[in-house]
């Protein structure tokens, strides 16, 4: 698995993200997510932890898909957040030699 990495703003994951080509926005359009998990894989995962506040925390994926499309999905840091793209996100392979992978 590849590591995650820690910044101090969800912006700053975003922005590193964004400068590598990772500019599509899967949380307005994560339904292709939820129907096919098996065409994406996470290349990138940034965290951001809030200092005060356990609801300041979120997880920042990079995602690429078999089409080729590259782009981010913004979930909270909770394993059991209301989103079903986030449950599924945290399930997928990392990367393609990740032996581990729960879907």
Do not use: W
């Amino acid at each position: 698995m590849k590591p995650t990495y820690h910044y101090s703003t969800v912006s700053e994951a975003l922005d590193n993200l964004n400068e590598m080509g990772f500019t599509y926005d899967f949380n307005i359009h994560e339904d292709a997510i939820a129907k096919k998990p098996h065409n994406y894989e996470i290349k990138h995962i940034y965290r951001y932890e809030g200092d005060s506040d356990p609801g300041d925390e979120a997880v920042v994926y990079g995602i690429k898909s078999t089409s080729g499309k590259k782009g981010v999905f913004v979930a909270g840091f909770s394993a059991n957040s209301d989103s079903k793209v986030a449950q599924i996100l945290s399930k997928l392979c990392v990367d393609e030699n990740d032996q581990q992978c729960r879907i």
